[in-house]
C-alpha cells in the first residue's frame, strides 16, 4: 500500500506526541483529523479528537475519521499495531534513536504532507539552538557524570538521543542509553547528577526514591542530593521538545551557566513522551 502524493491534502491521525509536535511545528496541522491522548500535552491540537496510541486504540472511530494516513512510533503493543495494519489506511511507524534520526523523521513529515521547506526550517532552528545550548556549556568548569531514567521498573535509561543531549548540555552519559541496566550498573557508573524523566508521568518522576535506594548511597548523585525530575516530555518526544529538554538539562547540570541558557524561540511550541 503506498502512501498519498504529498501534492493530495492528506488526513492524517497522529498516535504519537512527537509526531503531532512536528506536524504542527511544520505548519501541517490542518492535516490532523486526530491524535493520541497524549499529544495535547506536547502542544496545542485545540479540538482535536482524541483516541488511544499505539499501545491501545478504539479503532471504529479512528476509521469515521476517514484518515488517509495513521502514524505512530515506537514504543507499542504488537497486537494493537497488528489492528492499525489490518485497516485498508497507510501505517507508518517511526522509531528514531539519534538526533539525526530526528531529522529524518522531520524531513519524512515534511515530504508527506507537502511542507518541506518548513522542515528545513525547523532542522535548521533545531540546529542552531543546539549549537547556543553547547556553547554555554563550553563556559563550565566540570564535565558532569549522568544517569538520566526513563523508567524505574524495570529500570530503563533514557533513549540514545538523550546521551547526546547530555553531551550537548555539557555532561557525559555514564550508563548505556535505552537499556535496561540495574541498581549496581548505576552504583558501579557513580554518576555526579541522576535526571528522572518517567515515560509519560509528566513531571512526577520521584526523586525521593532514588534518594532512599540501598543500594545508591555511596553514588556521588545521591550522597549530593543532586537527584532532580524533569518533565519526561523533554526528554522522550524525538521533536522540537528536545530543545527545551537540553536548555533544562544545562540548567541542572550547570546551574551556574543557567542565565547562559535562556531559550531565544521560545514560543511554548511543547509543554509529553514520545
Known amino acids: ?36 491522548r497524549w499529544c495535547k500535552d506536547v502542544t496545542d491540537v485545540g479540538g482535536l ?14 476509521m ?13 503493543k504488537t497486537e494493537t499495531v497488528q489492528k492499525i495494519l489490518a485497516l485498508p489506511v497507510p501505517f507508518l511507524a517511526l522509531n528514531p534513536r539519534t538526533l539525526a534520526d530526528v531529522e529524518s523523521d522531520i524531513w519524512a513529515l ?17 540546529r542552531s539552538s543546539f549549537a547556543r545550548i553547547r556553547k554555554a556549556a ?9 544517569y538520566c531514567e526513563a523508567w524505574p521498573n524495570p529500570r530503563i535509561s533514557s533513549p540514545p538521543w538523550v546521551a547526546e543531549m547530555v553531551e550537548i548540555a555539557g555532561g557525559e552519559m555514564i550508563v548505556p542509553a535505552g537499556e535496561k541496566v540495574s541498581d549496581a550498573d548505576v552504583a558501579r557508573a557513580r554518576p555526579d547528577v541522576i535526571v528522572l524523566a518517567w515515560t509519560a508521568t509528566g513531571g512526577k518522576s520521584k526523586p525521593e526514591q532514588s534518594l532512599a535506594n540501598p543500594a545508591w548511597q555511596d553514588v556521588p548523585a545521591v550522597r549530593d542530593r543532586r537527584v532532580l525530575a524533569m518533565r519526561d516530555e523533554l526528554l522522550n518526544t524525538p521533536g522540537m521538545p528536545l530543545v527545551r529538554g537540553a536548555e533544562e538539562l544545562l540548567r541542572i ?21 514520545r
Open 64 to 76: 469515521e475519521l476517514r484518515p488517509t494516513l495513521i502514524i505512530g512510533s515506537v514504543p507499542f
Open 49 to 62: 479528537p482524541e483516541l488511544g496510541d499505539c499501545w491501545a486504540i478504539d479503532t471504529a472511530p479512528l
Open 1 to 36: 500500500m503506498t502512501f498519498a502524493s504529498q501534492n493530495i491534502q492528506q488526513r492524517i491521525v497522529s498516535l504519537a506526541p512527537s509526531v503531532t509536535s512536528i506536524l504542527v511545528a511544520i505548519g501541517a496541522r490542518r492535516q490532523l483529523v486526530a491524535v493520541s
Open 253 to 273: 547540570l550547570h546551574p551556574e551557566l543557567s542565565d547562559g541558557a535562556k531559550p531565544q524561540n521560545s514560543k511554548k511550541r511543547a509543554k509529553k513522551s
Open 110 to 126: 515534511g515530504a508527506l504532507a507537502g511542507a518541506n521547506a518548513r522542515a528545513g526550517a525547523l532542522i535548521r532552528e533545531m
Open 138 to 146: 563550553k563556559h563550565a568548569k566540570t564535565t558532569p557524570r549522568v
